[in-house]
């Protein structure tokens, strides 16, 4: 039985075709490994534009370099160019622009209510997938965490106090607390048969989750496109969960702490969203009157 290729096959085939005979080989099978590393189990049907385009936003919250990101990316292109000259794959994606000032944050408008337009695009996978994909994206919308983060959590996790999200991506735990739809949500997945199959060692095991993220994605894209909102990912879902609390007046600081974010500077991409501008901050001053004895000088 055909066995489809991975993107890890990609890299391996343009390392001994190419890379390994070139001038600066060891920078070459560094960079080789780490794009291996990050996304090589993706078998390559299915590392479309949507899930590099994931990879990318998952290495921007990671406080890589646009340079970094960009030679990362220059990797994977040129060993799928190589993949579909082998006849494993049809044609090289379109791979995602990076900005060197920083990428373009999308998240879901209300006008028109692009959330409820992904909620009811969900119709349109299987009823088991259908009820998940709308949970998960109720869960991700409202506690701004990471796909794997979720994938990730377990009944031990989930308290009064909200959901404890343990061995992050820095190696960390991060505590958030739950509003009421997103505590329905996540209690409605941890008892759902269905979910818990998808899931099923994502918590121990890199590879399980890895898996469980690229069905994720396949999902999501089936709903992004039938909603009509092609430049939607599931990483959108925490984007969107950061630029309603600062266009609701949280302050970058409690944002950063929510969402976990590595350093502050990573929360300020969001600052332009902020209500409070300069006008409204000198509105503020102008409240104060003069003291008596400085109203009284002519």
């Known amino acids: 039985m055909f066995k489809a290729k991975t993107v890890k096959d ?6 001994n075709l190419k890379w390994s005979k070139a001038r600066g080989s060891h920078a070459k099978e560094y960079l080789k490994n780490k794009v291996a590393e990050e996304i090589g189990d993706v078998k390559l049907p299915k590392c479309d534009y949507n899930r590099i385009e994931q990879w990318v936003m998952d290495l921007q919250e990671a406080d890589k370099a646009a340079a970094t990101i960009k030679s990362r990316l ?23 622009e990076v900005e060197t000032g920083g990428a373009k944050i999308r998240w879901l408008q209300d006008e028109p209510d692009e959330e409820a337009l992904i909620l009811k695009a969900c119709g349109a996978l299987s009823p088991d997938a259908c009820r998940v994909m709308q949970f998960a994206l109720v869960f991700l919308l409202d506690t701004g965490c990471r796909l794997s983060e979720l994938l990730k959590f377990r009944w031990r996790g989930l308290s009064e106090k909200g959901a404890l999200f343990e061995n ?16 329905q949500a996540i209690e409605a997945l ?15 095991d890199s590879k399980r989750c890895r898996s469980a993220q690229n069905w994720m994605t396949h999902q999501f894209t089936v709903v992004r496109d039938h909603a009509g909102l092609r430049d939607v990912t599931l990483h959108t879902m925490r984007h969107t969960c950061a630029s309603r609390l600062v266009q609701a007046g949280v302050s970058l600081y409690e944002v950063r702490r929510l969402l976990g974010h590595s350093s502050i500077t990573v929360t300020e991409r969001y600052a332009h969203l902020a209500p409070t501008g300069l006008e409204r901050a000198v509105d503020v001053l102008a409240r104060r009157a003069l003291p008596n004895k400085v109203r009284q000088i002519r």
């Not at 993949?83 to 995602?96: E, R, Y």
């Not at 190696?171 to 509003?179: E, W």
């Not at 941890?190 to 121990?204: I, K, T």
């Open 190 to 204: 941890l008892e759902d048969r269905y979910w818990l199959a998808r899931v099923r060692g994502a918590d121990v």
């Open 74 to 96: 220059y990797c994977l292109s040129f060993a799928l160019k190589l993949a579909a000259k082998k006849g494993w794959i049809s044609a090289a994606p379109p791979l995602p």
């Open 168 to 183: 992050r991506k820095a190696g960390d735990n991060l505590r958030v607390p739950l509003t009421p739809r997103a505590r």
């Open 10 to 15: 990609a890299l391996e085939h343009a390392w």
